[in-house]
């Protein structure tokens, strides 16, 4: 692949780059031409990577294309602290069994986007260092940050404000963090705004142990599916990169049409003309086909993202029930609504699914089924429902 100039490099990454700490140094680095080692580190409390998180994974991907190394950090010593990002209250600690599961889960998940070639990809366990750590060592290595600077940071202002706990352990996981790129020697790192504080304290401390500090990009963030808070499994409101094809164009064809722009720009590579305010304005509908159809050829190629393209036209534009709508087994020959729809969404909560029957979300043939409790009999053949206007579900006895 032809090199390209830091300048070009830096400019198709700004497309959804919030803020760089700093630019001269970002230049400067891509300018000496030497391999950059990117860290990229996961906590593995939840294995859940979603556009989102995939906004960072492919920036790092176009710089692993022009020969930079990702360096894959598991988290599966610090998680088992738990990274108070974001958390009004402690997270529960996992098990090393399910931090083992969970680490699986996210390396099949990156892999969709990151190149996997050992000359860009490396994958590291923090527990590499932090296991043979002494505990002089880490006292050592505490002794370096002062109270104010970790109760700086604004989730635990927010803690103090609303009299909720702040375990000592939690003030910890900013250290480590930070401390990980002192091991990783990281040159640079792509986070979120809600990781800078930690990223900064990397910085930190590789200018006390005498290495060049890591250059920190800060990524684009978009709301959810729903227009309203940033996505979550929680709220339901995510394109998982674990989604079918069918539910990934499903849930971006169901997105407000004021998101429509902003998720041309983070989630695709269209150019920003094909989808200006003008032409979005005339026809929404086409323009969040068009979205739909970006996104499941970016991550399942041309033709998966024409077939599904066509299977929206066919149920929704020409009225046609799927006849390869997703089969559940129920394990039983007859069932209670909600209990047949924990087996069709199971990424949703009790609350969540009991919201939709009682909208009449939920239908069999023109029947709205409102009663979370109406007992349905499942013919050998299958019941078919439907879930909201886009997915279909096929439910078997057994």
């Given at each position: 692949?032809?090199?390209?100039?830091?300048?070009?490099?830096?400019?198709?990454?700004?497309?959804?780059?919030?803020?760089?700490?700093?630019?001269?140094?970002?230049?400067?680095?891509?300018?000496?031409?030497?391999?950059?080692?990117?860290?990229?580190?996961?906590?593995?409390?939840?294995?859940?990577?979603?556009?989102?998180?995939?906004?960072?994974?492919?920036?790092?991907?176009?710089?692993?294309?022009?020969?930079?190394?990702?360096?894959?950090?598991?988290?599966?010593?610090?998680?088992?602290?738990?990274?108070?990002?974001?958390?009004?209250?402690?997270?529960?600690?996992?098990?090393?069994?399910?931090?083992?599961?969970?680490?699986?889960?996210?390396?099949?998940?990156?892999?969709m986007v990151l190149l996997?070639?050992?000359?860009?990809?490396?994958?590291?366990?923090?527990?590499?260092?932090?296991?043979?750590?002494?505990?002089?060592?880490?006292?050592?290595?505490?002794?370096?940050?002062?109270?104010?600077?970790?109760?700086?940071?604004?989730?635990?202002q927010k803690r103090m404000?609303?009299?909720?706990?702040?375990?000592?352990?939690?003030?910890?996981?900013?250290?480590?963090?930070?401390?990980?790129?002192?091991?990783?020697?990281?040159?640079?790192?792509?986070?979120?705004?809600?990781?800078?504080?930690?990223?900064?304290?990397?910085?930190?401390?590789?200018?006390?142990?005498?290495?060049?500090?890591?250059?920190?990009?800060?990524?684009?963030?978009?709301?959810?599916?729903?227009?309203?808070?940033?996505?979550?499994?929680?709220?339901?409101?995510?394109?998982?990169?674990?989604?079918?094809?069918?539910?990934?164009?499903?849930?971006?064809?169901?997105?407000?049409?004021?998101?429509?722009?902003?998720?041309?720009?983070?989630?695709?590579?269209?150019?920003?003309?094909?989808?200006?305010?003008?032409?979005?304005?005339?026809?929404?509908?086409?323009?969040?086909?068009?979205?739909?159809?970006?996104?499941?050829?970016?991550?399942?190629?041309?033709?998966?993202?024409?077939?599904?393209?066509?299977?929206?036209?066919?149920?929704?534009?020409?009225?046609?029930?799927?006849?390869?709508?997703?089969?559940?087994?129920?394990?039983?020959?007859?069932?209670?609504?909600?209990?047949?729809?924990?087996?069709?969404?199971?990424?949703?909560?009790?609350?969540?699914?009991?919201?939709?029957?009682?909208?009449?979300?939920?239908?069999?043939?023109?029947?709205?089924?409102?009663?979370?409790?109406?007992?349905?009999?499942?013919p050998p053949t299958g019941?078919?429902?439907?879930?909201?206007?886009?997915?279909?579900?096929?439910?078997?006895?057994?």
């Open positions: 692949m032809e090199r390209k100039s830091a300048d070009q490099i830096i400019s198709e990454l700004s497309r959804t780059t919030d803020d760089v700490f700093s630019s001269e140094e970002l230049k400067t680095r891509l300018t000496e031409g030497a391999s950059l080692r990117m860290k990229y580190g996961v906590d593995l409390t939840a294995p859940l990577l979603h556009t989102g998180h995939a906004v960072n994974l492919w920036m790092y991907r176009e710089l692993q294309e022009q020969g930079h190394k990702v360096v894959f950090l598991l988290g599966d010593f610090t998680t088992q602290i738990g990274d108070p990002t974001g958390r009004s209250k402690t997270r529960p600690v996992l098990s090393k069994d399910e931090i083992e599961k969970n680490a699986e889960e996210f390396m099949r998940q990156v892999k996997d070639d050992p000359a860009v990809f490396e994958v590291r366990r923090n527990s590499e260092w932090y296991d043979k750590m002494s505990p002089g060592e880490l006292l050592s290595l505490m002794s370096t940050v002062t109270l104010d600077r970790l109760l700086s940071r604004d989730m635990f404000k609303e009299s909720l706990p702040i375990y000592t352990h939690e003030l910890i996981y900013p250290i480590l963090q930070g401390y990980d790129s002192v091991m990783l020697k990281a040159d640079l790192t792509i986070v979120g705004s809600d990781q800078l504080f930690n990223e900064m304290m990397g910085r930190f401390f590789q200018e006390k142990f005498n290495q060049r500090p890591q250059v920190i990009v800060t990524s684009t963030l978009t709301p959810g599916i729903d227009g309203k808070e940033k996505q979550s499994k929680s709220l339901g409101n995510y394109i998982g990169l674990g989604h079918s094809p069918q539910d990934k164009f499903g849930r971006a064809m169901s997105i407000p049409d004021t998101l429509i722009a902003q998720y041309f720009k983070v989630y695709t590579k269209v150019p920003f003309e094909e989808f200006a305010l003008d032409k979005i304005e005339k026809d929404p509908m086409e323009l969040k086909k068009r979205l739909a159809y970006e996104l499941v050829k970016r991550y399942h190629g041309d033709a998966t993202a024409n077939i599904e393209i066509e299977r929206f036209t066919a149920t929704f534009s020409r009225k046609e029930v799927p006849t390869d709508a997703p089969q559940v087994s129920f394990g039983a020959e007859r069932g209670t609504v909600i209990e047949i729809l924990r087996k069709c969404l199971t990424d949703k909560s009790g609350t969540q699914l009991r919201q939709l029957i009682k909208e009449g979300a939920i239908r069999h043939g023109e029947d709205a089924l409102t009663d979370a409790t109406q007992t349905l009999e499942l019941l078919l429902l439907r879930a909201g206007k886009r997915n279909w579900y096929l439910v078997i006895p057994n």
